[in-house]
């Protein structure tokens, strides 16, 4: 109980505690469609596709700030989704192997040019590396602010082209009958998920961020069959998770923020998937229980 109450004292858990909560929140709705698409793979992609970005920002500018790194993974993230798409309409390659491809290739050149920006001991170059796993511990107000924003204008694209971007997740080939510029759009909502995807670098860090953008959804999508209902729930399990995270990990001593974060989403998607009234496997076992029972009888 101790613990809630220095959630409202303490500057630094209140301030990690938010970040969490608007991280959750943004990369839980973003992730919905991500499910919807199949695309699951999108988020892990991206994000291990942003590391060049970061240090990329760093190299050209000498600055650490996050908003300069942010714009930095936000390029390179969205770079890797265009050529992502581009090998899919050009190719015979599957898009799951258009995303591995992607995700390992960037991924390699991000810890090639890490190493060098390392060993050339640059100034200012310490902490980088905490871009693999995250550092939450290192968020102040600013930064909570900037996921704030971005975040909020993200909703708000999502929320102007609401009836677009449903339709393409649920039915492309009927988007592009109706005349929706169907690539364009795939491309715009690719984009929301990028952004979604590097404003939470700094604290899961890569490595976990896809899972910020899955999990929820997928969580989610056991207790519903509604876009909107699905939607409201994977906000709230992302935001759950985050404050949940942020209080666990400030409990014990050397327990890090994101990977803690991550495994309370985890829990939340396991419990859905075994309780969920419609899907849920616990559930299931009990029907077809009954099943069985009145055929036997």
């Known amino acids: 109980m101790e613990v809630f109450f220095t959630l409202f004292s303490d500057y630094t858990l209140r301030t990690i505690a938010m970040g969490a909560a608007t991280l959750g929140l943004i990369s839980g709705i973003l992730g919905c469609f991500a499910v919807l698409r199949r695309q699951a793979l999108l988020g892990d992609a991206m994000s291990h596709a942003a590391l060049p970005g970061v240090v990329l920002a760093f190299l050209l500018t000498g ?22 798409l581009t090998i899919v309409r050009l190719s015979r390659i599957k898009e799951d192997s258009a995303f591995g491809l992607v995700l ?30 995250g550092q939450a511990a290192s968020l102040v ?10 975040g909020a204008l993200v909703l708000l694209v999502l929320a102007a082209f609401w009836k677009e971007f449903k339709l393409l997740s649920f ?85 890090s923020t994101g990977p803690v974060i991550v495994v309370c989403i985890s829990v939340i998607t396991f419990f859905s998937l075994l309780f969920a009234p419609a899907r849920g496997l616990i559930w299931a076992w009990i029907r077809q229980w009954r099943n069985r029972r009145q055929f036997a009888g």
């Open 104 to 133: 390992s290739v960037f991924f390699a050149i991000g810890m090639v040019l890490l190493t060098i920006v390392q060993r050339s001991g640059a100034g200012g170059q310490a902490g980088l590396d905490t871009y693999l796993f």
């Open 171 to 255: 039915d492309p080939d009927y988007a592009a009958s109706l005349g929706f510029p169907v690539r364009l759009l795939d491309i715009g909502l690719t984009s929301l998920i990028v952004v979604a995807i590097v404003i939470g670098l700094q604290l899961v860090g890569v490595v976990l961020m896809s899972a910020m953008l899955v999990a929820p959804a997928a969580a989610a999508r056991q207790w519903t069959n509604r876009l909107g209902t699905m939607v409201l729930l994977a906000g709230g399990f992302g935001a759950l998770a985050g404050v949940a995270g942020a209080l666990i990990s400030a409990t014990g001593r050397g327990l």
């Open 141 to 150: 107000l600013s930064d909570v602010i900037t996921i704030a924003v971005l």
């Open 63 to 84: 600055s650490r700030a996050p908003l300069v790194l942010v714009l930095g993974a936000a390029i390179a993230g969205w770079l890797g989704a265009l050529i992502v």
